[in-house]
């Protein structure tokens, strides 16, 4: 049984090359010019009655086929059963798509298959690291306070649009995990953060093209990772995003008297709030890693998914939904949808992708959930199946359905949707619990 319940695990890093002559290049109606920060893979195998791997790419998504790839690639690197392996992309809206569409130009595809063998090759990197490190290990919770996210949700004269909602409620907390060695040196750290990565997002340049970054995410896991002497791997697990965004960005919605609102790019000088923001938020996963008291798991890792059905809305109609605020909007009803939710346990901790859920949603999970800690995430494909009626985009409140906001319009998902999430998710976790 002690061997049943050993706990081992490893950590690796990688970056996503963006050789200098690409540049510039065109991303659909992006031109990007050059490079700021280099995004990553990380990776994180954990051993204990099963061996699985948590991936991150600091991407703004995969499509399936590269998914797929990745997947395929690391299991056969590491010997890991592809339903086993945790993908995750950061979602990084501060990145480019490098998607192959039949309408690209010539240009345009070739940037794509180039890059996407970057990202490929570098997944395959901090997967072969990480498996190349595996040791015995302890791993602790904590968590933090950080305060460089704000509800995104604001009201203009012309409906309800996306800025700083600072009168709405937001989810500051930052749950960290902590993994040590035998010798009590953190060889990973994982943290999650509710917010889109967006500090620079559709801001232009001087020279007239977007600089690619892993944005703020990319910022804190620089910052933790060197103040280890990068001896750790700080791995992101995305959090809730749908409404929650960054306190200060480079392009931001001003709103002006009688419910007037503009758009302001500070281009360059967005730098300093990209680092000042991702330096808070990489001091309270510090912070937070620094108290974490490390102990051997008592029992198996345990990983679980269920795929739960909602009512369906067609997604898009005209006007376009992010083209704008609207004072009316008509919801077509669709084919019923689905949505995998996926759960980790270790001891005490669920680590919970439900993905697309709001703030007021995922509150209620946490406050509900039978866990000592519950940790949601979004943006994560693991060993659930991939269905043709799944639903990609958001899973608002229905409060937010009568507002006819950007999350709402911009779903596969009908009003009343998260409420049966919550119902479901937290039935699923007390079944799991006991």
Known sequence: MEEQIKFRAGAGKSEISYPADLFPFRDGPDIWTGIHDVPCARAVILECGLRMIFLSLEVVLLDRELESEVRTAVAGLTGIPEDRIWISATHTVSTPHFFVREHNSPEENAVAFRMRKNILNSAEAAASQAASRVEDAAVGFDSGTCRANVNRIIETKAG??????????????????????????PIAILY???????VMDKSVMSDGGRHVTADLAGMASRFIEEEYNNEVVALFLPGISTDQGPAYRAVRTVRGRNGGYRSVDIKEKGWILLELEGERLGEQVLLAA?????????????????TFWFKGQKMRGLPRPDAGPVLQWQYVPDQDRTRAVE???????????????????????????????????????????????????????????????????????AAGSAEKMLEDVVDFLKSIKC
Not at 161 to 180: C, F, Q
Not at 290 to 306: G, M, T, V, W, Y
């Open 160 to 185: 309800w649009w996306l800025g700083s909602g600072e009168e709405w409620t937001a989810d500051h907390s930052v749950p960290v995990i902590r993994i040590d060695n035998k010798n009590a040196k």
């Open 192 to 198: 999650n953060y509710n917010c889109e990565l967006a």
């Open 290 to 306: 620094e108290r974490a008291c490390c102990k051997a798991l008592s029992h198996p890792i345990h990983l679980e998914n269920r």
């Open 343 to 413: 759960v980790m346990v270790l001891d005490d901790t669920a680590i919970v992708a439900v993905g697309g859920i709001g703030v007021e949603t995922a509150l209620k999970i946490k406050t509900q959930s039978p866990f000592k800690n519950t940790i949601l995430l979004s943006s994560l494909s693991g060993g659930a199946k991939r269905l043709p009626t799944d639903g990609q985009k958001y899973m608002a409140e229905e409060a937010l359905y009568r507002k006819f906001t950007f999350q709402a319009r911009n779903s596969e998902f």
